[in-house]
T-cell receptor, first 117, second 114 residues
């Protein structure tokens, strides 16, 4: 079963408008972390924002905010005032513990966001 | 910038040949990871390391081996490359095990197996 589900393969938004990218997750751990990464066409993976399972407030980083609904197991990324440079693939990821005591990230399949002028 | 470099950045090879990808970090981080990225799959963990000579398998480890003889280098080896291993490979590091520590990624290596 998928642990991270991103149901939107592609999204379109007009420049200057807000957009929400969906992410749902599945875990039985009480302590976990949720991340969003941006991958522009150049290919690098850029960390955007983090939400911890015990954080009481939604995380924000500039124009990025994370709408964390723990009971629904969702961690949607909200981008306000979209810019053309926001066009990219966006990946939701969850940190989970490995058998070796380390931690790894499990990624969703991504959402391709296109910002139209 | 987490001081992560990958080499080579691009490689074309033939089926059956051995290939080694190198990940190098300059900040002495303990935890290092290799992922592959394929269309429709996102990033999937191949192997990871939690210290020198300490490695473990990820979810797609078949056909791959790794080695870490010193902190700064994490090598990924395809003993006999197959066309199904054509992919983009990312190395990543974690600065610590605290739950809020994000993973930082290298620039990626694009591997094509003909």
């Amino acid at each position: 079963a998928q642990k991270i589900t991103q149901t939107q393969p592609g999204m379109f938004v007009q420049e200057k408008e807000a957009v929400t990218l969906d992410c749902t997750y599945d875990t039985s751990d009480q302590s976990y972390g949720l991340f969003w990464y941006k991958q522009p066409s150049s290919g690098e993976m850029i960390f955007l924002i983090y939400q911890g399972s015990y954080d009481e407030q939604n995380a924000t980083e500039g124009r990025y905010s994370l709408n964390f609904q723990k009971a629904r197991k969702s961690a949607n990324l909200v981008i306000s005032a979209s810019q053309l440079g926001d066009s990219a693939m966006y990946f939701c990821a969850m940190r989970e513990r490995t058998q070796g005591g380390s931690e790894k990230l499990v990624f969703g399949k991504g959402t391709k966001l296109t910002v139209n002028p | 910038d987490a001081g992560i470099t990958q080499s080579p950045r691009h490689k074309v090879t033939e089926t059956g040949t051995p290939v080694t990808l190198r990940c190098h970090q300059t900040e002495n981080h303990r935890y290092m990871y290799w992922y592959r990225q394929d269309p429709g799959h996102g990033l999937r963990l191949i192997h990871y390391s939690y210290g020198v000579k300490d490695t473990d398998k990820g979810e797609v480890s078949d056909g791959y081996s790794v080695s870490r003889s010193k902190t700064e280098d994490f090598l990924l080896t395809l003993e006999s490359a197959t066309s199904s291993q054509t992919s983009v490979y990312f190395c990543a590091i974690t600065r610590g095990l605290a739950v809020y520590n994000e993973q930082f990624f290298g620039p990626g290596t694009r591997l094509t197996v003909l």
